[in-house]
Nanobody, 114 residues
Framework: QVQLVESGGGLVQAGGSLRLSCAASGSIFTINVMGWYRQAPGKQRELVAVIGNDGYTSYADSVKGRFAISRDNAKNTVFLTMNSLKPEDTAVYYC????????WGQGTQVTVSS
């Protein structure tokens, strides 16, 4: 089992920045990829960014150039730095870890006001 705890969400004005953190614990040696997803009201959950154990990263087109995913292996933590936030970035952001199984955090709310 892998446990994921997100933090760092909140309310920010358009153009502002936030950094989300996801701390992983448990059987983290089974994990190959970690990522961030988001779900806005009335919409399906969508991929935001992923990072592999080899450092490979991938982003949704909607966040390229504005968001950056990174990891601190010593602390088993993945970060999502979000800049130039837009109202359409408003959603609940979920951390995900994939390996033998897929694990989800509880989610953290990000609200961007116009």
């Amino acid at each position: 089992q892998v446990q994921l705890v997100e933090s760092g969400g909140g309310l920010v004005q358009a153009g502002g920045s936030l950094r989300l953190s996801c701390a992983a614990s448990g059987s983290i040696f089974t994990i190959n990829v970690m990522g961030w997803y988001r779900q806005a009201p009335g919409k399906q959950r969508e991929l935001v960014a992923v990072i592999g154990n080899d450092g490979y990263t991938s982003y949704a087109d909607s966040v390229k150039g504005r968001f950056a995913i990174s990891r601190d292996n010593a602390k088993n933590t993945v970060f999502l730095t979000m800049n130039s936030l837009k109202p359409e970035d408003t959603a609940v952001y979920y951390c995900n870890a994939k390996g033998v199984s897929s694990y989800w955090g509880q989610g953290t709310q990000v609200t961007v006001s116009s």
